[in-house]
C-alpha cells in the first residue's frame, strides 16, 4: 500500500502560480512513475504530468512550457509547479503513482482559477 498526501491547491488569480506537493509514504525509488491528472466539473480526469523512476516526463500539450514535475528524493515527495495558471486549469488534481503495475490516487486538492 502507499498512500499519496497532497497539499497546495488553492485560488489563484489569471496568470498566477501555484505548487502542488504529494508525499508518499513508500520511498520514491520503488516508485515506477508518479505523475499529477487532474478533473474538471463535467469532464474526464486526464493525465497533466508524469515522471518516471528514470527522470522521464511527460506533459499534457495544454500545460507544456507552464507547468513543471519534480521530486525531491529525500522527502519522497513529488511536485507540480504551475505558473501562468488560465481559467481552464480549474480543476481536482490528483496525485497518481504507480507501484508494481498497481495504480495508487491521492484524495485530490481543489484548484481554482479566476478571472
Known amino acids: 500500500q502507499v498512500q499519496l498526501v497532497e497539499s497546495g491547491g488553492g485560488l489563484v488569480q489569471t496568470g498566477g502560480s501555484l505548487k502542488l506537493s504529494c508525499a508518499t509514504s513508500r520511498s520514491i ?21 508524469s515522471l518516471t523512476s528514470g527522470g522521464r516526463t511527460n506533459y499534457a500539450d495544454s500545460v507544456k512550457g507552464r507547468f513543471t514535475i519534480s521530486r525531491d528524493n529525500a522527502k519522497n515527495t513529488v511536485y507540480l509547479q504551475m505558473n501562468s495558471l488560465k481559467s481552464e486549469d480549474t480543476a481536482v488534481y490528483y496525485c497518481h503513482v504507480v507501484v508494481h503495475w498497481v495504480d495508487y490516487w491521492g484524495q485530490g486538492t481543489q484548484v481554482t482559477v479566476s478571472s
Open 29 to 49: 525509488f520503488s516508485i515506477d512513475v508518479m505523475g499529477w491528472y487532474r478533473q474538471a466539473p463535467g469532464k474526464q480526469r486526464e493525465l497533466v504530468a
